[in-house]
């Protein structure tokens, strides 16, 4: 009997080998797909990537993708052929930019890019006008693109820990804001524009150098949280000024 079992048992061990070889690269990291919510999602997070495994690119299926915490230091153009991804996460790797065929991800929602070494934001990222989140805290911008300003649905938006002096213009297009962080950065200032978000309700800008604060803060009236830490004002408007024209 115990030979008979051993036996048996050794076959299905050649045949479990036999599947496994018969598996195309992309099959065995698909096997590591979930399915969460009706969404296909990968996690290759902290598996020490030093680039992107190419059979990941005909899992054409994927929704979310998190390949944070690696040691990438390039994302290749074939990223555009994963146009479903919603929800792509890259923070805590070591790219320096982004590829320009990002903007071919035309139903992205979601981009975490945050602790990277981003020094430029390619233009093609305003072709995402579906993104609602965006993280692209620190890196080492000092300016964003203005097609940025095609993200109109854009909610939250972080760009605290980067070397920006002042808001980028296309910031103010971003009508939907409700969330900007902007802390540790080198701003001096807020502009009037900044008037033009108005469904803000939290506004970031601790760790800065601004010496004053536009009479245009008070149209914000849905602000909830204004964090102004560690800054150098001097100036503050006077509620009975904000009602003037």
């Known amino acids: 009997m115990g030979g008979t ?7 299905e061990e050649k045949r479990s080998e036999g599947r496994e070889d018969s598996l195309t690269s992309a099959d065995r990291i698909r096997r590591f797909t979930v399915k969460q919510f009706g969404y296909n999602v990968l996690s290759l997070a902290r598996r020490g990537l030093k680039e992107v495994p190419d ?6 299926e994927l929704d979310k993708l998190n390949l944070s915490l690696n040691s990438l230091t390039v ?7 994963l146009s479903n991804l919603v929800v792509l996460n890259l923070w805590g790797n070591q790219l320096s930019n982004l590829p ?10 979601v981009l975490f890019a945050y602790r990277n070494r981003l020094k430029e934001v390619p233009e093609e990222l305003g072709a995402c006008t579906q993104l609602e989140v965006l993280s692209l805290a620190n890196n080492q911008l000092s300016s964003l693109p203005a097609s940025l300003s095609n993200l109109t ?11 920006i002096t002042h808001i980028p213009g296309c910031v103010y297009n971003m009508k939907a804001l409700v969330f900007l962080h902007l802390a540790c950065n080198r701003l001096e200032n807020l502009a009037e524009n900044i008037q033009a978000l108005v469904e803000l309700r939290i506004l970031i800008v601790e760790g800065n ?20 830490d560690f800054n150098d004002i ?11 024209p």
Do not use: F
């Open 5 to 11: 079992v051993c036996t048996e048992e050794m076959k």
């Open 55 to 60: 059979e990941l690119w005909e899992l054409l």
């Open 75 to 81: 994302l290749p153009s074939q990223l555009a052929l």
């Open 100 to 109: 320009p065929e990002i903007g071919q991800l035309r139903k992205l929602r």
């Open 153 to 163: 649905q854009l909610r939250k938006l972080n760009l605290s820990h980067n070397l």
């Open 209 to 228: 150098s601004i010496h004053s604060l536009p009479k245009a803060l008070c149209c914000l009236t849905r602000l909830e949280l204004l964090n102004l």
């Open 234 to 244: 001097k100036d503050v408007p006077q509620p009975a000024l904000c009602a003037l």
